[in-house]
């Protein structure tokens, strides 16, 4: 079984902050993602039987990063949307594990039309 890498929110950040190529991949759903995201993150439901053909139509070329994140380092939506991508041949899956909640934590804005309350609700659990 191969593996995938996971990546810190510093990492992370430094990332979007640069011209890297990678897709980031909100695993949570829609409903989530229209209240609050990360910057640049593109939703594709973890939970959705088509989730890998979902992947496959967002990104053509699987050797193209493909960074995927969910709520929390509890959650796990995105290490098996992760092992998902590793198995149907991406060759370049990084987790987030910290996901939204790790994110407001280390002081990082959030997108989306309820990010402020999200935030505050993410570092009041």
């Given amino acids: 079984m191969d593996e995938f890498e996971t990546i810190t929110a510093d990492d992370l950040k430094e ?3 640069s011209d890297d190529d990678f897709v980031l991949i909100d695993t949570l759903g829609d409903m989530s993602y229209q ?3 990360l ?3 593109i939703s594709i439901s973890a939970k959705d039987n088509d989730f890998v053909a979902n ?3 967002a990104v053509a070329d699987k ?4 960074i995927v994140y969910c ?3 509890s959650c796990d939506l995105s290490p098996e949307a992760a092992q998902n991508l590793v198995d149907a041949g991406f060759e370049n899956v990084i987790d987030y594990e910290g996901g939204l ?5 280390n002081g990082y804005e959030l997108e989306g039309d309820d990010a402020e309350t999200m935030a505050e609700e993410l570092t009041e659990e």
């Fill in 39 to 41: 910057p640049e993150a």
């Fill in 15 to 17: 990332k979007l902050e």
């Fill in 35 to 37: 209240r609050a995201h």
């Fill in 101 to 105: 909640k790790d994110w407001v934590e």
């Fill in 71 to 73: 709520a929390s380092f």
């Fill in 63 to 66: 050797s193209v990063p493909v």
């Fill in 55 to 57: 992947v496959e139509a």
